[in-house]
């Protein structure tokens, strides 16, 4: 950041009073521009056996799978921005059955939340940000051309967890690395 979003004037990196971090400060009108994760929210939608994954059409990982999902906007709550996404890039509707990963990458400033999800009906299609959505049986994953490593996680865990009978809630933390 280099002005002020209120008044334009040039802001300084500096530790606040009372703060024990730098912080953009604006000299002019006292603003602190704080800067704080931000939080990605999407689905795992599951219809009979299969999953359904969005090959991406935008950058990044422009070409690979992923599981729909997208930044949260203000106003919504994390089930509804992830519902949205999943009709944005699916046109697609689920019905949410419950938190499954929270998966923290620290290294880019995010968190992404991914809900387990029940597909109400077969009437999907690729949405904008979409060239491709399609339906999975385990066997068929694209693990090599999976986008987000939340994303390989995810599925990694899901279909363990189906095995075993039983769905849990998790927690990952990504350390910083390739891919
Ligand atoms: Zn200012």
Redesign the pocket.
């Known amino acids: 950041m280099k002005y002020?979003?209120?008044?334009?004037?040039e802001?300084e990196l500096r530790v606040p009073a009372g703060d024990n971090r730098p912080r953009h400060v604006?000299?002019?009108?006292?603003?602190i521009h704080y800067q704080n994760p931000r939080m990605v929210v999407g689905t795992l939608p599951v219809w009979e056996d299969k999953v359904m994954l969005c090959r991406r059409a935008i950058e990044p990982r422009h070409g690979y799978w992923t599981l729909p999902a997208g930044f949260m906007e203000n106003g919504e709550s994390a089930a509804e921005g992830a519902m949205r996404e999943t009709r944005e890039e699916a046109c697609a509707r689920v019905e949410l059955l419950a938190p499954y990963t929270m998966v923290s990458v620290p290294f880019i400033d995010q968190i992404h939340l991914l809900f387990r999800a029940r597909l109400l009906d077969l009437d999907f299609a690729p949405g904008t940000e979409s060239l491709e959505v399609k339906l999975f049986d385990e066997a068929d994953i694209p693990w090599d051309e999976l986008a987000f490593r939340s994303v390989s996680l995810t599925l990694r865990t899901f279909f363990e967890e189906r095995r075993q009978g039983s769905f849990g809630v998790h927690h990952f933390t990504l350390p910083a690395a390739a891919g």
Do not use: E, L, M, Y
């Open positions: 002020c979003a209120h008044c334009g004037s802001v604006c000299p002019a009108c006292g603003s």
